[in-house]
T-cell receptor, first 116, second 114 residues
Framework: DAGVIQSPRHEVTEMGQEVTLRCKPI?????LFWYRQTMMRGLELLIY????????DSGMPEDRFSAKMPNASFSTLKIQPSEPRDSAVYFC??????????????FGEGSRLTVL | AQTVTQSQPEMSVQEAETVTLSCTYD???????LFWYKQPPSRQMILVIR??????QNATENRFSVNFQKAAKSFSLKISDSQLGDAAMYFC???????????FGTGTRLQVFP
């Protein structure tokens, strides 16, 4: 399997611009998670989906952030408008949970976002 | 609220030596699981080892083993015969059976010197 695929790997944009990060989970996985990693706050869970349905978005920092999962093989995380404090590495992870969530996550390589 | 604490921001070890990374957590749950994840410079996080709280035996994966002390809420990772490829950020994580998400610690950066 190709693993979790994220794009872009690097994104540099200017404040106020819209940013869209993309994720393709491992085929057959029914959980998808979006995490944000910064030096100050470590790994923060932003939102996660189960069978394409958003389950918990309490970690989404504010209304400028939105996430969608239109089908089992694709998810997006959008920031509009972007701000310098959104600069971070954004990770997507997926998991397979037949019989119950096991906690073993498979991570993508992350998207490094820099907002100038 | 559950929390995970890694009190060592950085550690270093000489190649072939043994190093122990510390992790403590706070929970009122009795059933849960704990993980150590490794994040190498390539950024992709990979699972190193997993421990379920109901198991008394400490988990072992090759050179990696844990010291799980449930009463003390402690979950340390021991790396034996350290190799240069072990250099990475190591994250401790906690999860329960009735939620579908993991809580991560802030990480420990491990340097391995030849």
């Amino acid at each position: 399997d190709a693993g979790v695929i994220q794009s872009p790997r690097h994104e540099v944009t200017e404040m106020g611009q819209e940013v869209t990060l993309r994720c393709k989970p491992i085929s057959g996985h029914d959980y998808l998670f979006w995490y944000r990693q910064t030096m100050m706050r470590g790994l923060e869970l932003l939102i996660y989906f189960n069978n394409n349905v958003p389950i918990d978005d309490s970690g989404m920092p504010e209304d400028r952030f939105s996430a969608k999962m239109p089908n089992a093989s694709f998810s997006t995380l959008k920031i509009q408008p972007s701000e310098p404090r959104d600069s971070a590495v954004y990770f997507c992870a997926s998991s397979f949970a037949a019989g119950g969530f096991t906690g073993e996550l498979f991570f993508g390589e992350g998207s490094r976002l820099t907002v100038l | 609220a559950q929390t995970v604490t890694q009190s060592q921001p950085e550690m270093s070890v000489q190649e072939a030596e043994t190093v122990t990374l510390s992790c403590t957590y706070d929970t009122s749950e009795s059933d849960y699981y704990l993980f150590w994840y490794k994040q190498p410079p390539s950024r992709q996080m990979i699972l190193v080892i997993r421990q379920e709280a109901y198991k008394q035996q400490n988990a072992t994966e090759n050179r990696f083993s844990v010291n799980f002390q449930k009463a003390a809420k402690s979950f340390s990772l021991k790396i034996s015969d350290s190799q240069l490829g072990d250099a990475a950020m190591y994250f401790c994580a906690y999860g329960t059976y009735n939620t579908d998400k993991l809580i991560f610690g802030t990480g420990t950066r491990l340097q391995v010197f030849p």
